[in-house]
C-alpha cells in the first residue's frame, strides 16, 4: 500500500506539504448518514493550532477545512469526504539556508536519500503541518464513534520528567491550561519547565495519554491486526512519536502475572475486571473496558542554539534553526494522538460487524 | 484486510490452532533465486522451541518445519512458499477445567465476546503457539535480508527489573544462557529471580531488544507506513508484548532536542550520525544507521496461583491453571520479535525500490 | 499486495504447484458459526476432477481436501481455514522435453522472463491445478452464501461455435452430461464436435455462465471495488479466461438505450425490473435480481499436434506435447467461475454491512 | 478496501460528486522526478470534456486541473499528487422531477437500498463526471509510462453494429473525428447512425480497444494480480462498461488450440510471437507484445423518450429525462478506458522490480 492511506473499511488518505497551495484528507468508507459540517472539523483542528500561547509557534495558519464532497443535505452519503484546508500563511521566505542543509532531528537527509528531492520549504510533506489532514479525518472518526457512544480524551501525561501520577487527574483541567494537562499543578510546573528551555534557547519532549471509554467487547482482528497493533501502528506513524504503550505497557514488564492479570468478575450488570493493567484488550480484542495508550513526544527537533551538521554535497557545517519554535509540541500532538485513535477505532469497529454468522444473517434477514 | 494476513509485497499469512492438527505460514512475494531449505527454517524455529530449560514449558512440539510449494531445486521460485508445521504433542487432555471458563490475561473473554465460539484446547488461536508460524515465515525473511548483508541481533534486555544498561552489552553472551541474556552477570541474576518466581507460583516479564545492522538508508513509507510505524504495529501484534520503542523511546520524551537530535558529520565514506537516539529512523525513514526497537512483554499470564474469574454463563468461581508453565516467555519471544522485524523489514525494503524515477528508468532499461 | 491473495474481508490465499507435494488455501475472514466439513469442500472439489470422462485428462488427483484449522466441533471459528491437499500422481517422469523449452500458449515463457527460474513440473504454479485451491476456498465461501440464501448456477453455455440460446436453458441437464451443459441437444453437439477435435489433435474453447440468484440490492462498493469489477478482475484471473461480461455484456454494445435499459415496476411484493440486460448491477451495486455472468475460455493450449517455439537459449524448435490432454477445458472452469463468483459475492456482502450508520448503531445497540 | 482507491504502490483515490463544489483524485506512490505540470492533466482531461461536438451534451465543463501537492520545481517528489477540479458550471437546478426517482439504467435504485440516501443531483457520485478524477490521475500514469517508452493507444472500435475490422485501422485519423474511431469510413457511417438515434429519441452503445505498446515482459502478479485481472477489474470499474476482452478475448473461446496458440520464434533481436491472439499476455504476464483490451460500452441510458419506472415510495411512473444528451458516451470513454489500463500497468510495472532476488541485489548494491 501506498504510504499514504491508512485503514481498510473506514480509510484516510492524507496528501500536501506544509508550504504548498493546500493540504488535506480524504476519508472514504465512512457510513452514510452520519451529521456532518465544517464545524465539526473545524473544532478538532482548532485543537492543534498553533499560535495559542507562549509554547506554540506564531505562524497562523487559520487552517479553514472545507468539505468539498461526501455530505448532503447536513448528512454524509457513504461517498468518499474531501476535506481542503488551505496554506494561507505562505510568506515567500529565504530558504536559502536550509534548502541543501540536512536539520538534525528531522527528514531531510532521508527525505533526500530516498527520493533525490525533496519540498525543502518548512520540512514539505514531513512537516508536522501533514497532520492537519489526519487530524480532520480523525474529526469524522470521533463524531462516527460518539453516535456510538465511544468517547476518547486525550491529554498531557507529562512534559519532560514533570509527569502526573495516574491517580491524580482531574480531567476538568485539561482545557484550562495551554499544555492540556489534566493537573493544575503540575501544568505550572511544566509552564515553568519550558519557559526555561525557552532561555536555554533548548526543546524538550512529554508524553501523550489517550483514554478510550464506551468501546464495545470483541474489536481487534487475530492475529496481524489486532487493536493495540493497529492502535501501535497509527499512533507511531505520527512523526514525534518514539515509543507506544498498551495499559501497563513497559511496567508491565517489570510487573508480576499475579499482579498484572486483571481478575474478572460478574455482577447482575455483566462481567467486569478488578484492575485494567491490560488497557483495554485482551489477545488484541476490546474487553469492554477503558483502552488506555501513551505515545512518548520526542523535543521538537528545531532549535535555535547551534548544532552540528552536513549539507547535501556532505560538507560539514554549523547551523542554528532561526525563527520562533515551538519549544514543546507535546500539546499540539494531543489531537494528532487522539486522531490516530479514532481513525483505527473506527476501522476496526466497522470489521468487526462480520465475525459471526448469526450477525449477518440477522442483518441480511428481510434485505 | 483479514487478520491473519501482514505486508504488501512480501507477505505473511498465518494459520493454525494450538491443538489442531497443524500450523503454519505461507509467505508469498518472496524474490525468486532465495537459497531455501527446510533447515534455514529449522534453526529459526529451534529458537522458540520450548523444553530447552527450566524456564520453558517440558511440551516437546518438535517443530518440523515442511516446505510444500513455492522452492524448486533449492531456490525459491518466486511463488508462494508454504510452510507446514505438524502439531505432534497432541495428547488427548481433559479441558473441562477451561473449557467455559476465561483465564484472567489471556483472550478466552475476547474471543467469546467476539465470535461467541472458540477452540479452548490451550487457547486455539490465541495461544503463543501461533508465533511458530510467524517464525518460521520470517526466517525466510531473515535470509533474504541476510543476503542483502542486513542482520538482526534480538535479545532479552531486561527480566523484571533486571535490565543491562546499554554500555554492559556482551552479544557473545546471547547464546550461552537460555535467557538469551548479552550478559553473563544478569542472566545469573535473572535466574535466580525466576527461581523465586516459581517458587511463589508467579510469573515475570521483560523486555527484548532487536537491533538491525546493514539497513540502507530510505526505507519507509510515509506518512503511514513509516519504518517506525510498521515495525511497532508488527511488534505490537504479538500477544504478550504491550509496548513499543524505537531508539531511546520514551527516553526521549525526558530528554532535550539539543542532546536528542543527533548532530550529522561527514568524512570521505560518506554522511553519519553522531549518536543514535534517533533509533535509526528520520521521519520514519531508516538513516543508514543501526534500527534500534524494544518491546515490552508481559509476565505469562498463566500461574498456578488461585484466581477469580468467571465462567461463560457469568458465574464467579476461583481458578488455578494447572500444568507446567514458563515463568517467563521473554526469551522465546526473542525470536518472534526478530521475526516480525525482519518480515517487516522485508517488505519496506522491495516497495522502496520504486521510489525514483531514475530507478525505474535503469531497472527497465535495456528488458 | 503479493500475487495469491484475493479479498478484504473475505480473503483467501492459495498455494501450491502441479507437481510439489501439495497445494492449498487458506481462508481468513470467514465468519464463526459455519457448520463445515471436509465432504463440503470435497463435492466442490470432485466437480473439477480430471478424468471423469474421455474429454478429461486421464491422470487421477484424488484430490482429498483435509482442513487443518479454523474449524472446531464441526463449526467454523472465525480463525483461519487452511486446506491441504495432496499432489498424489507424482509419478517421476521424463521431463526434459520440456524443461528448457517454451510451451505455446503456456506461461512457462513469461515466467522465465519474470522470475528466471520456474519450477517446470506440468506448469508448476501456473498450471490449471492451482484452482484447485481456488475451489476449495470457493466452497466455504458457497456453503457461506447458501446460509443467506445466495445461491450459484454455473454451466457451459458454449463449446467453439456450438451454443445454447437464452431461451434455450433446461437447468436440469447440466448434471446429466459430462460438459456441464444445461441442454440435452447442444451436449450431444457438442461431444461429436469435441470426438472431431480430438481426432485432429485439435483442442477448443468455450463459454461459462454463471448464475447468482437469491443475492440482495445493495451489495458492491463504489467507484473502482463494484461488484461488476470485482467479478471480472475475479474471474479473469482464471488462467485461461480471456474476456468477461455482465447481463448483456458484448451485447448492450450493440442495442439502444431504449432497450437496454430495464425499466422498473413496483407490485405488493416491492420493486422489480421488468428485464434484466443489466445482468443485476446498476452502477456497480446489486440490484436484488439475478446476477449473470460470463468467461469466454480458450482452447487448450496443449495439443498433440506439432508447433513452432523456442527454448530457453533461444533456438528454434518444434514442440508436440506429449500425454494425453483434455480437448476442452472449459467443463472442468464451470466450478472454477462459480467458485471465483462466491469468493468475490462473500467478501463484498461482508463489506457492505458497514454503509450505514444507523445499520451500525443498531448492530452494537446493547452490546 | 473502502471502493474509491485502486492500486497497491501507485494508488489512485477518487472523490467528488456531480454537482458538488469539486472533484479530484489523490495519486500516491508516482515515483519522485517525473517532470509534471498542470497542462500535462489537461491534454488528458480535454479528450473527456464535453460539449465538443453534437453527439457530446452542451455543457461546458472547463475541467480546469489544479495540481495542489506532491510536485516541486516542476517534478514529482515521491509524496502524493492532490489534484483538484471545480465544478464550474453548478447551475441552481430544479431536480425535483429526479429527486425521489430511479432512472432506469441509472444507479439510483442501488445507492438508495446501499445507503438510504444520494446526493440526486446529476447522479451524484454515480455520474459518469466521476472519471474526470479518474482521468486525471491516469495522465500521471501515462507521462510515467511515456518516460519508459511505454504508450497507450485508445480509440472507438464500434458504435453499435458498425464495427472497424482489424485490419482497416488508420491510427492517424482517431483525432480527425469526434467519435476517435480510426477509419474515416466507419466514422461517417457511424455519425449518420447516432443522427438517426437522436432523431428517435434513443442512444447507442459500442466498443473501445486500448493498444499498449512498449510493455517490457514480466509484468503482472500471479496468481490473483494477473496483468489481464488487473485490467479487466479497473476497466469494467466505469459506469457503463458491461464486458472486457484481452486479446482474441470471446473469440478465443470460438477458435482451436492450433489456431489460439502464437507460436515462439526467435532471431537475432531476441524471442517473438508470430501472433498475438493473447493479446500480450501469457499466464497474465506481459509476453513483450501489445496489449490488446476491449471495453463493451453500454448505450447512455439517459433518453427522452419515456420510461416506466417507480419513486422512492414505489409507486409507478412514466419518466422522460430532460434536457440534452449524449446519444453515445462511447467517444468520452475512450480516454477513460486509456487512464484505467495506465494506472493499472503503472501499479504493476512496480510490483515487478521485486521479483528476483538478483534484480534486488543490484539495487541495493552500493547503497
Redesign the interface.
Known sequence: ???????????V?????SH?????A?V??C????PLCEEDIQRYLDRRKPGQGKFTTARREGDRA?I???V??G????????I?IKNEDQRSRDYSSIKDC?R????D???D???????YRGG???SGR?TAGRVAAGAVAAK?LA??GIHFTAYTK?I??ISIPDGAYDFSQITENPLYMPSRSHAEEAAAFLED?IR????????VECRIDGL???I???????L??????????I?AV?????????????????R???????DES??HK?TNH??G????????SAVILRA????????S?E????DRE???LKISIQGRHDPVIVPRAVVVVEAMAALTVADL?????????????A??SG?
Open positions: 500500500m501506498a504510504g499514504s492511506t491508512l485503514g481498510t473499511l473506514f480509510t488518505t492524507t496528501w500536501g506539504e504548498g497551495p493546500a493540504l488535506g480524504v472514504d468508507g457510513p452514510a448518514g452520519l472545507q468539498l464532497s461526501g448532503f443535505d448528512k454524509t452519503t457513504g461517498t468518499p469526504i474531501s481542503l540536512c538534525p532531528g528531522h527528514a537527509y532521508t527525505f536519500r530516498k527520493y533525490g528531492i525533496r519540498d514539505g510533506r514531513s501533514e462516527l453516535e456510538l507529562a519532560g520528567d528551555c536555554r534557547q533548548d526543546s524538550a519532549g512529554g508524553v464495545p467487547a470483541g481487534g482482528e487475530p492475529v496481524f491486526h489486532k493495540d497493533a493497529a492502535l501501535a501502528g497509527a499512533v507511531m506513524s512523526g518514539k515509543g507506544v504503550e498498551i495499559g501497563d505497557g513497559f511496567g508491565a514488564a517489570r510487573s508480576f502475572g499475579s498484572n492479570n486483571d481478575p474478572f468478575y460478574a455483566g462481567v478488578r491490560a488497557g484488550t485482551l489477545g488484541g480484542i476490546s474487553d469492554g512518548a513526544v520526542k523535543p521538537t527537533p528545531s532549535i542554539r548544532q552540528d551538521t552536513v556532505g560538507n560539514n469497529l466497522m470489521i468487526r460487524m462480520s465475525s459471526r454468522l448469526s450477525d449477518i444473517k442483518f441480511y434485505r
